[in-house]
Nanobody, 115 residues
């Protein structure tokens, strides 16, 4: 079993920054690949960024150069630093992983970018 708990969402003005956190339970954190997804109203859930167990990263084109994904093994926590936020970044952001061929999702955290 893996539990994922996100935090750090909120309301921010365009051009602002937020950092999301995803705390993972269990002792398998260092062995799992993880990712951030988001879902805007009326749209499909989409991959934002991913990070492997070894620390390799990948990003959606829409966030390259503005977002940074990272993980701290000692804290069992993954982060998403979001800079230069745009209104189109408004969505519920979800933490995700796969373990033993089962999908695990966090509860989601709302990010709203608006003036």
């Amino acid at each position: 079993q893996v539990q994922l708990v996100e935090s750090g969402g909120g309301l921010v003005q365009p051009g602002g920054s937020l950092r999301l956190s995803c705390a993972a339970s269990g002792s398998i954190f260092s062995n799992i690949d993880m990712a951030w997804y988001r879902q805007a109203p009326g749209k499909q859930r989409e991959l934002v960024a991913g990070i492997t167990s070894g620390g390799s990263t990948n990003y959606a084109d829409s966030v390259k150069g503005r977002f940074a994904i990272s993980r701290v093994y000692a804290r069992n926590t993954m982060y998403l630093q979001m800079n230069s936020l745009k209104p189109e970044d408004t969505a519920v952001y979800y933490c995700y992983t796969v373990y033993n061929r089962r999908d695990y999702w966090g509860q989601g955290t709302q990010v709203t970018v608006s003036s």
